[in-house]
């Protein structure tokens, strides 16, 4: 267990952890449920409660699982070198795959459990306009904010995680492997899941506050 800590220290220190996860101890379902039980708790549209929550703790499954993982950042990257800019955000030109992405990336295999947040209604991508931002931001509205409780939960336990979503570039894959209907559900990310080597953990660097706030106008 952690150490106590205050509401906003939890929240300000909950990161993607990568280095510090510890493959070698096991990850009790029971812990995994009661943090489930906590995400849970988070507004989700119209109350539908259209999620489901695959745990992978199955060694062979969590292995072929980051292999899917493995692969699709290799593409990403291959793309990204190759500049092919489909997956380019916020008009960045380049991305550069840190360290301990490429740790995370290479030891995938080695966690105890993977998570796959799962939503009902795949987004159909030909809604266009008002109607397909009012769908896109309902669905992911339904269901992040259950998987940050979700980290919250893990961290406040003295467990951590990494919020990742490469491996969508190959989602099929995945539902396959999983048994996921890819034709109406639409996976959120992948999460691997362990106890984290030591608690401390530290805020991290942003942007400050007054750069990216604005009142009553744009
Ligand atoms: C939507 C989203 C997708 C992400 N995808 C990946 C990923 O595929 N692989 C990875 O190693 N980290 C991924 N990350 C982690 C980010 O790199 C990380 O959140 C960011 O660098 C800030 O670090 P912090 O979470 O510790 O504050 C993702 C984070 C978010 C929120």
Redesign the pocket.
Known sequence: MSPELSIDALLTTT??V?KRLDFERLVERAVLEECLEIALQAPNGSNHQQWRWVVIDDRERIENAAEIYRSA?DQYVEDIAAGREQYLRGGSRSEQIGE??EY??LNMHRVPVLLVPVQEDRFDVHRKGAAGTYHQASQWGSILPAVWNFMLALRSRGLGS?????HLLREREMAELLGIPYERHVQA?LFPIAYTMGSEFRR?ARRPVDEVISYNQW
Do not use: D, F, Q
Request: aromatic share 6%.
């Open positions: 990161r993607t990568r950042m301990s992405v995370l990336k990494a919020w990742t979503t490469i990310g991290a």
